[in-house]
C-alpha cells in the first residue's frame, strides 16, 4: 500500500467510526456550518486546530499561515476574517501561536531564506517593536519564547485593527479577539491574557 492509499484507507476507517457513533453525523454535518470560532494559527503540522481545542469538524473556522500573521495587505486572510464574522457570526477569534514556531526562529536569525524573507519581515518588525523587552531576556530560548508571544500579541491587535472588526464593533457585533499560545512539548494551549471585545478593549490594549 502507498502512502496515499494509506491516507484514503484512514479515511474510510475514519468515515466509518464517524457513522458507527452517530449516523446521521455526515448528513446534519452537511446542511450547514455554524462555528462560533475562527482560529488563526501557522501552518505547522503539530499545531491542527481541532485536535489540540476537542472540537469536532463544523466547530471552528480556520485560517493557517507561517507563524500566524496578520497584515493588512494579506487579502487571504482577511477575506476569511470578513466571511467569518459577516457570514458565519463567529463569536471568537483566536490568534494561536506556538512555542518552537520555525517562522519566528527564522525571522530571528540573520541567514537568508529567500522567498519567506519578505513575510518573515513582518515577524521582525515585531521583534523591533518590542527589541528591548525581548533581548532583556535571559538565554536565546526565552528570547525565542517571548519573541512568539510577542508575535501572538501583535497579531490578535492587528485582527482588531482590521476593518472587518472595527466596523462589526461599531455595529454592535458580539465578537472577542483573543491571544493564545500553545507548547508542542506538553500539548497544552496557554491564555495570554490579551482579549478584547469592543473599540475601548482594543484602545486600551494598544496603549
Known sequence: MSELER?????KCWAKTQLD??????????????????????SDSRVPANQITGLPPGEVFVHRNIANVVVHSDLN???VVQYAVEVLKVKHII???HYGCGGVKAAMA??????????????R???RFHRSEIDGCTGEDARFDRL????????ALNVCSSTVVQSAWKNGAELSVHGWIYAVKD?????????????VDFEQASL
Not at 540573520?110 to 515577524?123: A, M, T, Y
Not at 500539548?187 to 473599540?199: A, F, K, N, P
Open 7 to 11: 491516507l484514503l484507507a484512514n479515511n
Open 21 to 42: 457513533e452517530n449516523p446521521r453525523f455526515f448528513s446534519d454535518l452537511s446542511q450547514q456550518q455554524a462555528p462560533e470560532y475562527l482560529w488563526i494559527g501557522c
Open 77 to 79: 486572510c482577511l477575506s
Open 95 to 97: 490568534v494561536c501561536g
Open 110 to 123: 540573520s541567514k537568508e531564506h529567500g522567498l519567506i524573507d519578505n513575510w518573515l519581515r513582518h515577524i
Open 125 to 127: 518588525d515585531v521583534y
Open 148 to 155: 512568539c508571544e510577542k508575535n501572538v500579541i501583535e497579531q
Open 187 to 199: 500539548g497544552l494551549i496557554r491564555d495570554l491574557e490579551v482579549s478584547m471585545s469592543g473599540l
